[in-house]
């Protein structure tokens, strides 16, 4: 077995566009096995690649490093001793974790999160489709079409209607731009998909009468709200080129938005 390291996972990881954080050992006071600039990596699973130092060290950055990945925020965490804990948040700003080790050492560690952008994820094969993808690139989103788009800048591809394999996330974004060609399956795979944001390239009146549809079918009505549909900012484009702009100044709308939605994080910090 070769020598492990840490850069080849870091690599390794940006390559399959998993997030993760990593974890970097900045300063050591008193008696401590982690050593200044040691690092690791700690995947959204809360698996800790590398060496940091012992189990209270590691509880702590497990911790700090999956709130990190939540967040898309840089930290700067401490863990020390129990008996010098005064508060959980120390006067420079790092985050306080408490340490029950026998060493009685104190570990600054800077925890660094990686995420890779956001899935654009286009149903259609139209001019606007098209035109959605090629701005999405641009713009450096993961663009992700159907099989029948030719397409060279394509994260991925999907068949049909079928977004199973592709892992989508709230934080990814939906754009339904079939205009004709499977509306009605093609918004209700949007629909059922994970993104928080979904948008349909289409006339408010046809986009009620598609939801009218999936209400007669039952689909959760909690569902169709995230429905955004004409999809994009009124910025009175009319060519497919104009519209994808549109459509793509209200993605990033979103996304900036949309930054620090994050899950419900508990207040208490011990390790």
Not at 85 to 105: H, I, N, R, Y
Not at 110 to 134: C, D, H, K
Not at 164 to 173: C, I, M, Q, S, T
Not at 184 to 198: G, I, K, Y
Request: hydrophobic fraction near 45%.
């Amino acid at each position: 077995m070769g020598k492990f390291d840490i850069f080849d996972t870091i690599d390794a990881l940006r390559r399959k566009g998993h997030p993760f954080c990593v974890a970097t050992v900045v300063r050591t006071a008193d008696v401590t096995s982690a050593k200044a600039g040691a690092k690791a990596v700690i995947t959204d699973q809360g698996e800790i690649i590398g060496h940091l130092g012992g189990a209270c060290v590691q509880r702590a950055v497990k911790t700090a490093g999956v709130a990190a990945i939540e967040s898309g925020d840089p930290a700067m965490i401490r863990v020390k001793p129990s008996d010098k804990v005064v508060s959980l948040v120390d006067e420079d700003g790092a985050q306080v974790f408490k340490s029950g080790c026998p060493s009685g050492g104190t570990v600054d560690l800077l925890i660094e999160p990686f995420a890779p952008p956001p899935m654009l994820v286009i149903f259609g094969n139209t001019p606007i489709s098209r035109a959605v993808a090629a701005h999405g690139d641009l713009a450096g989103y993961r663009v992700v079409v159907p099989e029948a788009m030719e397409f060279s800048g394509a994260h991925a591809r999907f068949e049909g209607c079928d977004l199973a394999g592709l892992n989508l996330a709230a934080r990814d974004f939906v754009v339904v731009a079939s205009q004709g060609a499977q509306d009605l399956a093609s918004l209700r795979a949007a629909l059922e998909s994970p993104a928080r944001r979904v948008s349909m390239v289409a006339s408010r009146r046809k986009a009620e009468a598609l939801k009218g549809k999936l209400a007669a079918e039952s689909f959760p009505a909690e569902k169709m709200a995230r429905l955004k549909s004409p999809a994009g900012l009124d910025l009175g484009g009319v060519d497919p080129q104009e519209i994808a702009l549109s459509v793509m100044a209200e993605i990033i709308q979103w996304r900036n938005a949309d930054k620090h939605i994050t899950e419900e994080a508990p207040h208490e910090h011990s390790a």
